[in-house]
Structures are given as C-alpha cells and as structure tokens.
C-alpha cells in the first residue's frame, strides 16, 4: 500500500501544526520521525524569535542605558538574538548535527554528532528593517546529512545543491507571524494563533499563480542593472505593473507567492554576483518557489541547479510566478 501524500489526506484548514506534521509524516522524506521532530524545533524557534520581536519596542524602555535587560542579560541587536536562540533550539531538539548560519562565518556544532540533518539558516533576515517595525523573516534549508552519523559534520553536508533540500522554508514576522513550508510534497502556510500559541492550518496547499502584476525589486540599482533587466522593469512600468519592495525578502516573497508577482535581486556593479546569500536565501525560497508552481532562476538557470562551491556565497535572484520569472530572464 502506498501512503498518501500530504496533499491527498484530508487535513482541513484550522489543524494544529503538529497535528499536519503527525498526520503528513509517513509523506516525508525518510519517514523516520526526526525530520518531524526538527520542523517542531524550527517552529518553537519561531515562536522565541516572534516574542523578541514583539517586544523590541520595549527593550531600551526596559533595559537601561542600552546595556542591560531587566533579567539583566545583556542587550543585543534582534539579528544576533534570533541566531543564539535558534542555535539553542536545534542543540535542544537533538536532530541536528550542525548549522550554518548567515551571522557566523564557520560551521556551528550542536555536539549532535548523530543528528542526521544540517540546517542552513538566515535567523532574522531584513537587516535593515529590524530596528523600525516592518515585517522581517527567519529562512531555512534542511540537509540529510552525507558525511556518516557519529563524525563531525562538514562542508560537504552543506554544499550538496539546491535540489537535495528535504525541506526548506520561512517565517514571517508580519501583521501576524506565519511559517511556510514544503517537505518536497506542496507548499503548506501556518499562522500562529498568539493566544493559543500555536501554528495553525490556514493556507493550505499554496498554489503560485502562473503570471501576475506586482514587481518587488530595489529600482534606485536600476541604472547598475544589465540591459536586459532594465528592458523587464520598463516593461513592467509599461504594461501598470504595481512595484512593491519592503527590502525584507521574506515579506516581498511571501507576497508575491500569494498574489502573482516576481521579487529580483540581479547583479549589480557594486554586487555583480548578486547581494543574497545562495544556501539560507535563494536555495529555500526557490525551493518553495518550484513547490508551489513558480520559478526561481539567477539569470541563467534554476537556482536549485547552481552548483554551490563555498557556504556565504551569493547568487543574483529572479524567483515568483513562473510566466514572470521566465520573461525577466529572456536575453
Ligand atoms: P540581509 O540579509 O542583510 O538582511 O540582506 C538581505 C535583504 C533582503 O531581505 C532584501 O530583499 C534585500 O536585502 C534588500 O537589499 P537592498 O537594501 O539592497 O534593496
Ligand atoms: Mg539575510
């Protein structure tokens, strides 16, 4: 008897996040429980980092001279708590052998040596919107592990390509906080319900629409963009195309994944390989991209065919709605 996929069981809108996980697990890849186990300690992180974020406001009214927290801890910038308090997370969950984060240059140990799966992070993406209230994300990428269980894990479980993701992923610290996510299997949106503390159901099976009208890109680059681009862009203005770009890509992604659009970050002259991170930015989102019906490409190709070749390296993005993404990159 083959299992049903998570798509085909029944699951309606409304059921708990652990309640989809229990229900979709025999879909998952491996099936062995521990990828369940790991999307449960992504979603407690989440759930930490939620709470810092909602507080932020209050921390200097708290604090004091900007050192020192009530608990007396002392005061870091919200980047720097997310990436502690995920670490945590995923030392605490036991599923994780190690953890590549954007804030730190080297691979982080959980001391999990037998933890089967590699994270690649960006705790809090959206640096420059941290500070002033505006939507930000958390995004990951998981990993099967290659090297063997018991050893200490390294680069090569982390630079095994986009295509060897078994799940990847977002949260969106927005008007409500939401995580997104594909096992490989669809794309499945879950709001948190801050009085029950929970994730929820609430989009369920997210389908990319194949072409639409919004274009998030930052337009001050555009005359550092290649012909090609700015060719796109004007078309866009042509055709009364809305431009819509907060600067967080979980936000401008997530938009666009709901309503039709296309998000780009090419080349530019100061960064002519692109500004995002490939392993914890382009790989999940084109991921989800591809799981829900659209495209993600750098110009050339698929994101997820890139061949990755060092951990913080960068890659130009055209990722949305696949009849968009397919026009931008037309030479
Ligand atoms: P970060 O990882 O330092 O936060 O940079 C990534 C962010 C994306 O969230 C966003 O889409 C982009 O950088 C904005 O860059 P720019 O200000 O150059 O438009
Ligand atoms: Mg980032």
Known sequence: MTSKTAQELALPVGVTLDRFIMASQSAFPYATGELSQLLRDIAIAGKIINREINRAGLVDIAGGNGTENVQGENQQKLDIVANIRFIRALKNGGEVCAILSEEEEDIIYTGNEHGKYVVAMDPLDGSSNIDVNVSIGTIFSIYRRVTPTGSPA??????QGGR????????????STMLV?????GVNGFTLDQSLGEFILSHKNISSPNNGTIFSVNEGNYYSYLPSVQKYLDNCKQRGYSARYIGS????FHRNLLKGGIYLYPSTKKDPKGKLRLLYECYPLAFIAEKSGGKASDGFGAIL???PTSGHQRSPIYVGSAAMVKESVQP
């Open 154 to 159: 390294t680069m090569d479980d982390f630079l």
């Open 164 to 175: 060897k993701q078994v799940a990847a992923g977002y949260i969106l610290y927005g008007s």
């Open 181 to 185: 996510f594909s096992t490989g299997d």
């Open 249 to 252: 890509l979980v936000g401008d």
């Open 305 to 307: 065919d890139i061949v």
